[in-house]
């Protein structure tokens, strides 16, 4: 079974420049979530697709950020204009449950793609 | 701020000893997972622990939950150079009208051949 495919891995941009993120979940997965990573740290979720709704996007900064996932499956998220403080590293992870339910919401991540703003 | 913080920040331990990683959180939980990440790559689920049970293995593993005391560690036994990486703990937290998946700061592990 193929895991979580993101792309590119990584991506170098001038601050002020669009960037977009691209995910393709686990076949079958309904949700889907996209983290930012800072060097050292936790990951730290932006937003939560329960199918194509987004569910939770409390943390996602929406004046630069937003995110969509057309028919429930593939999901973009897009920074424009980019700051240097975007540098991080965007992980995409994909579950079969929802948060809340009886524990099956294991979440599966993609390798991430490692961002850097000049 | 972050549901989870670990302690201890960073570890290091000779191949073959115990290596013990601990979680605290700060609100009710529906179940706690651990994960792992090498350097340079995505994270990788290692076991889940529901709010209503104490203890967990799996191989290696063992995890144990104290809900009273909102803390839960993790032990790595017999460690191999392999182990080296970040752990995580995640939980599946009740927070302001949702629940929400939220990781903690993580235990950098070095084991060492």
């Known amino acids: 079974e193929a895991g979580v495919v993101q792309s590119p891995r990584y991506k170098i941009i001038e601050k002020k420049q669009p960037v977009a993120f691209w995910c393709n979940p686990i076949?079958?997965?309904?949700?889907l979530y996209w983290y930012r990573q800072n060097l050292g740290q936790g990951p730290e979720l932006l937003i939560r697709?329960?199918?194509?709704?987004?569910?939770?996007d409390s943390q996602l900064p929406k004046d630069r950020f937003s995110a969509e996932r057309l028919k429930g499956v593939d999901s973009t998220l897009k920074i424009q204009p980019a700051e240097l403080g975007d540098s991080a590293v965007y992980l995409c992870a994909s579950s079969l449950d929802q948060s809340g339910t009886s524990g099956t919401n294991t979440q599966y991540f993609g390798p991430g793609t490692r961002l850097t703003v000049l | 701020s972050q549901q989870g913080e670990e302690d201890p920040q960073a570890l290091s331990i000779q191949e073959g000893e115990n290596a013990t990683m601990n979680c605290s959180y700060k609100?009710?939980?529906?179940?706690l997972q651990w994960y792992r990440q090498n350097s340079g790559r995505g994270l990788v689920h290692l076991i889940l622990?529901?709010?209503?049970?104490r203890e967990k293995h799996s191989g290696r593993l063992r995890v144990t939950l104290d809900t009273s005391k909102k803390s839960s560690s993790l032990l790595i036994t017999a460690s191999r150079a392999a182990d080296t990486a970040s752990y995580f703990c995640?939980?599946?937290?009740?927070?302001?009208?949702?629940?929400?998946?939220?990781f903690g700061t993580g235990t950098r592990l070095k084991v060492l051949a």
């Open positions: 076949s079958g997965h309904n949700t």
């Open positions: 622990i529901r709010s209503n049970e």
């Open positions: 995640a939980t599946d937290a009740f927070v302001s009208g949702t629940y929400k998946y939220i």
């Open positions: 697709y329960e199918n194509e709704e987004a569910v939770d």
């Open positions: 609100t009710s939980i529906n179940n």
